[in-house]
Structures are given as structure tokens and as C-alpha cells.
């Protein structure tokens, strides 16, 4: 595991989930599994070109299995989500006051903007002169 500064992914309020990086961290690893038979090539980190010579010669060897599930996997990582200060730069908290923001801000500004369509759509029927 690496002690860099992770790239954000998805952010939550405490947590952030971010690509593995590091020393013996493949970017990905590679294979295939034939529809037909179940057979799986093996794994290859960081090339999926051995993985395609693999399907053609498995292909070569068995006309008749011709579609395949390519898989390409990468190692994920949950870690804390940094504090200002913290290396961050400017990426966390600065109190728990601006906490509290980051979680309600988004959800007030959708509940006033629904409160406003919806009154939007009354506003013609109480301005129009009923006989």
C-alpha cells in the first residue's frame, strides 16, 4: 500500500473509496473464461494481450467456442477521508460545522428546489381571474 495521496473514486462523508496504488499494485489484472466450456486463462497483470493469444489458440483448438467473458479486475481501497491539514489539500472537513454542510446543503437545495417547482405550478391557477 502506498502512503500517496489516494484519487478520489466516490466520496462519503467519513470514507473515500479510491484506486489501490502502490509498489506490486497492478494497474489491472487480466482474463478470460470461455462460454462453452468454463475454461479460464490464466491472470495476467497490467497486458491483456497474452489474454487475447489465449482465446485464439483456446479458439484454435475448439472451432465451435467462440464467445468468451473478458474480466478485467482492479484493487480498490477504503481509507478516511483527510482532514484539512492532513495533506489533503483542502480535500476534508475544515470543523464540524462545515461537516454538517457538505451533508445537508444537497439535500435542503433539492427539497427547496421541489418546493419551488411545486409552487411554480400553483402560481398560474391562483393569478387567473376565475368567473
Given at each position: ?128 381571474n376565475h368567473p
Open positions: 500500500m502506498s502512503d500517496a495521496q489516494p484519487v478520489s473514486i466516490v466520496r462519503g462523508a467519513d470514507w473515500v473509496v479510491c484506486a489501490e496504488r502502490g509498489v506490486g499494485v497492478p494497474e489491472g489484472i487480466f482474463g478470460a473464461v470461455c462460454q462453452s466450456c468454463g475454461v479460464e486463462s490464466p491472470l495476467f497483470d497490467d497486458d491483456s494481450l497474452p489474454v487475447a493469444v489465449w482465446v485464439l489458440h483456446h479458439t484454435a483448438g475448439e472451432p465451435e467456442h467462440t464467445r468468451f467473458l473478458f474480466r478485467e479486475e482492479k484493487h480498490w481501497r477504503v481509507v478516511r477521508r483527510p482532514e484539512v491539514g492532513e495533506g489533503g489539500g483542502g480535500g476534508g472537513r475544515a470543523s464540524p460545522v462545515a461537516g454538517f454542510l457538505d451533508r445537508a446543503a444537497g439535500p435542503a437545495f433539492v427539497g427547496l428546489m421541489c418546493l419551488l417547482t411545486a409552487l411554480s405550478g400553483l402560481l398560474p391557477a391562483l393569478t387567473t
